[in-house]
């Protein structure tokens, strides 16, 4: 079982930058991979970044390639995401989300933990 609460959100404006982070709880965090979704209200959860369980692998979502960067700490059970040159499009809430399978996975559908979510938003 893993735990995930996700911090750092709130108001910017564009061109700004935050950091996100996922703190987690839970046994074996170093095993995992992690992820990072946002959702804007009325449209499917996307994929942002993602890292491998040693974090030496990485994958972005073109929207957020050369923008964004994942990192992690497996001393501090915390997953990070450093979100600079913010836009409004990336108005969402973001969803940290935790993979058995130790690949940086962009598919849903292969993270059995999430955490209730973290708002950003980016004025115009």
């Known amino acids: 079982q893993v735990q995930l609460v996700e911090s750092g959100g709130g108001l910017v404006q564009a061109g700004g930058s935050l950091r996100l982070s996922c703190a987690a709880s839970?046994?074996?965090?170093?095993?995992?991979?992690f992820g990072w979704f946002r959702q804007v209200p009325g449209k499917e959860r996307e994929f942002v970044a993602a890292i491998s369980w040693r974090g030496s692998r990485t994958r972005y979502a073109d929207s957020a390639q050369g923008r964004f960067t994942i990192s992690r700490d497996n001393a501090k059970k915390t997953v990070y995401l450093q979100m600079n040159s913010l836009k409004p499009e990336d108005t969402a809430v973001y969803h940290c989300?935790?993979?058995?399978?130790?690949?940086?996975?962009?598919?849903?559908?292969?993270?059995?933990?999430w955490g209730q979510g973290t708002q950003v938003t980016v004025s115009s």
């Open positions: 839970g046994q074996a965090f170093s095993s995992y991979s």
């Open positions: 989300a935790a993979s058995p399978l130790g690949d940086p996975e962009w598919q849903q559908r292969n993270y059995g933990y």
